[in-house]
């Protein structure tokens, strides 16, 4: 009896020993597969948005270790192969969603290894997923698609791969190219969750219209359907995933079970007691329309909003600037904040322009090409007189008028690229013994009536001393002028003044102010 005993008691160790080291083998084999695939390493790149490392505050540091090795295998559920299957079959999908070990090695990775993770996914999806299904739903579309942005950036339109790859839908420089999305240095259209999730619904419905297999298409998005047809062609025509899957790419052949993996934990999380974190991200938000030139610490500091809130929601935008001057961008704020920015857009596009886009000098190379221009010095028989720009006039026409040279006239009023607007004034030196008849000639007038008394803010008697007078000085602008004067706005100055643009200030310009 007690031999027997003794026995039973080596058997069950031994049992015990083996379950262990089947449990270190799969968790090395998830480490050694798996843990190196880009899909699984961009979970770690969701902690880099803003609203996330917000959301998460005092436990922001659980999430944050990634070398978490150590899985309490023993009180997290762990459910048979034929549950899974089962579960996968009840889902209501177009796309196909087959089961065997690779998908099960994906599902304990994002159920197990990585299950801090998921719930800061499930927190977004609020935000991304009404996004994707109504393009999908725009396209035709089986909408179960949007789960392939789990696997291509884990919700981070910022994130980029090491092939170069970017965005939500991670499209290539050239893919994104032939789906319309711009990128240059100050916008890259493949970050922007919109115009992306558009090129992407594009993309996949052409990939359809060739293989007529959505699982065949989506590991077409993955590798391009080049090595797809390579991989049927070396399978001798075969048009299934996985009898063409060891033809195809080493990180392809994860790709598809990820998907299925992804669609799995996206709707049986709770099964996992995985818990979805709630994330302060803004479900509802506004469009705005811009048209000039705009920069982020210009609405960040007028409105009072996070530099990095403003770029969560316009990930596009490279350089912390929308480059409106010659086509019209949008602009994602919070809906609180929309009202405010439309009642102060004035405000705002005047703030600070001239610290947020510096204006770098021109330097105009002189006639022998060598070094830079240095002007003529006026000397004492030249006399400084204004001439106010007209409809048709071009700065060579003026030069030629008043015989000055070009590069002369344009240091004078520190005109760059030979641009010049209707109503704008410049200053020319002309000899003082044929200043007359140049003013009666091109209707200019002398520049010393338009100097004020004093050297920044004057009065005048006109209508009962109703009006100031304010000289420009280097740096100003309507914004920052407009409050030194209870109860004027920059518009009533540009009105008054019949200013246009309110970026065409000029130091030594004298501006008339009705005083309120």
């Not at 659980?62 to 048979?80: H, R, W």
């Not at 969603?97 to 290894?113: G, M, Q, S, W």
């Not at 991670?170 to 090129?199: C, H, W």
């Not at 479900?283 to 809130?309: C, K, R, W, Y």
Request: charged content about 25%.
């Amino acid at each position: 009896m007690i031999i027997k005993i003794i026995f039973i008691c080596i058997i069950s160790i031994f049992i015990s020993l083996n379950l262990f080291a089947d449990n270190n083998k799969d968790i090395d084999s998830l480490k050694n597969e798996i843990e190196n695939n880009e899909i699984i390493n961009n979970l770690d790149s969701l902690l880099n948005l803003w609203y996330i490392s917000n959301s998460l505050t005092s436990d922001y540091s659980k999430y944050a270790d990634v070398s978490e090795d150590t899985v309490y295998l023993n009180s997290l559920p762990s459910f048979s192969d034929s549950i899974y299957i089962s579960r996968l079959n009840k889902l209501s999908t177009l796309v196909g969603l087959p089961y065997n070990e690779k998908v099960r090695d994906y599902i304990n990775a994002y159920t197990i290894k990585h299950r801090k993770r998921v719930e800061i996914m499930l927190g977004l999806t609020n935000y991304y997923f009404p996004i994707f299904e109504e393009i999908l739903d725009k396209y035709n579309l089986p909408l179960e698609l949007k789960y392939l942005a789990i696997i291509e950036s884990a919700l981070n339109p910022g994130a980029t791969s090491r092939a170069g790859a970017a965005g939500l839908w991670q499209f290539m420089y050239t893919t994104g190219k032939i789906y319309k999305l711009n990128v240059n240095t100050f916008v890259d259209d493949r970050r922007d969750p919109i115009k992306s999730t558009e090129a992407a619904a594009q993309f996949l419905s052409d990939l359809y219209k060739i293989y007529d297999d959505w699982i065949l298409a989506i590991a077409a998005y993955n590798c391009g359907p080049g090595n797809v047809n390579k991989a049927i062609k070396r399978s001798k025509g075969k048009n299934n995933y996985w009898e063409i899957y060891h033809y195809l790419p080493k990180e392809t052949r994860g790709y598809v079970p990820a998907y299925i993996a992804a669609t799995y934990v996206m709707n049986y999380y709770s099964e996992h007691n995985i818990v979805p974190k709630k994330i302060n991200f803004p479900v509802a938000v506004d469009t705005i329309m811009i048209t000039e030139d705009l920069h982020f610490g210009q609405i960040s500091e007028v409105l009072n909003i996070p530099m990095d809130m403003l770029r969560d929601l316009n990930p596009q935008y490279r350089k912390d600037i929308i480059p409106a001057k010659n086509e019209t961008y949008s602009l994602t704020l919070p809906s609180e904040y929309t009202t405010r920015f439309l009642d102060l857009s004035d405000s705002i596009f005047l703030y600070k322009d001239s610290i947020f886009f510096v204006t770098k000098p021109c330097v105009i190379p002189s006639k022998n090409g060598k070094g830079n221009f240095i002007p003529d010095p006026p000397s004492d028989n030249l006399e400084a007189i204004s001439y106010k720009v007209r409809s048709g006039d071009n700065i060579t026409a003026i030069a030629r008028k008043y015989n000055v040279n070009v590069n002369n006239l344009k240091y004078w009023n520190n005109i760059h690229r030979n641009l010049i607007k209707v109503g704008q004034k410049l200053i020319v030196y002309v000899p003082k013994n044929s200043s007359n008849q140049v003013l009666a000639d091109a209707g200019s007038t002398s520049v010393k009536t338009e100097e004020p008394k004093s050297e920044n803010i004057s009065s005048t008697n006109e209508q009962n001393d109703e009006f100031v007078y304010y000289k420009v000085k280097s740096g100003d602008n309507l914004w920052e002028i407009a409050k030194r004067f209870p109860g004027v706005s920059n518009t009533d100055i540009m009105e008054l003044n019949n200013i246009k643009n309110s970026k065409s200030l000029k130091p030594g310009q004298v501006l008339k102010i009705k005083k309120k």
